[in-house]
Nanobody
Framework: VQLQASGGGLVQAGGSLRLSCAAS????????MGWFRQAPGKEREFVAT????????YYIDSVKGRFTISRDNAKNTAYLQMNSLKPEDTAVYYC?????????????????????WGQGTQVTVSS
């Protein structure tokens, strides 16, 4: 699976962006999808994840109520809708795909669970 993230940009605090992650290949619907971010000088951190069916998800506390992860398996695309953006959301955002199978909860917060990664898209939130 090859992943292409897009939709980043410069936005003022309080604004919104929608990130997209387009996947190549025929098995997109079998992968859990995740979004991670890395700010300058910091380690990559988990942001949100969604299971392969799109009916289970998890967020880090700092984005709950502001970000929404979703997917369209017919379009081989995952999304991250980001509202009420804050300067601390500034980072390079990466999408990733994990082949987790049918057991367990179907999503993961751990970067090591993900098999494929996109190239990243820059999100800059000005104060």
């Amino acid at each position: 699976v090859q992943l292409q993230a897009s939709g980043g940009g410069l936005v003022q605090a309080g604004g919104s962006l929608r990130l997209s992650c387009a996947a190549s290949g025929r098995r997109f619907s079998t992968y859990a999808m995740g979004w991670f971010r890395q700010a300058p000088g910091k380690e990559r951190e988990f942001v949100a994840t969604i299971n392969k069916n799109g009916d289970g998800w998890y967020y880090i506390d700092s984005v709950k109520g502001r970000f929404t992860i979703s997917r369209d398996n017919a379009k081989n695309t995952a999304y991250l809708q980001m509202n009420s953006l804050k300067p601390e959301d500034t980072a390079v955002y990466y999408c990733a795909a994990a082949a987790l199978g049918s057991s367990g909860i179907g999503w993961s917060r751990s970067a090591t669970a993900y098999d494929y990664w996109g190239q990243g898209t820059q999100v800059t939130v000005s104060s």
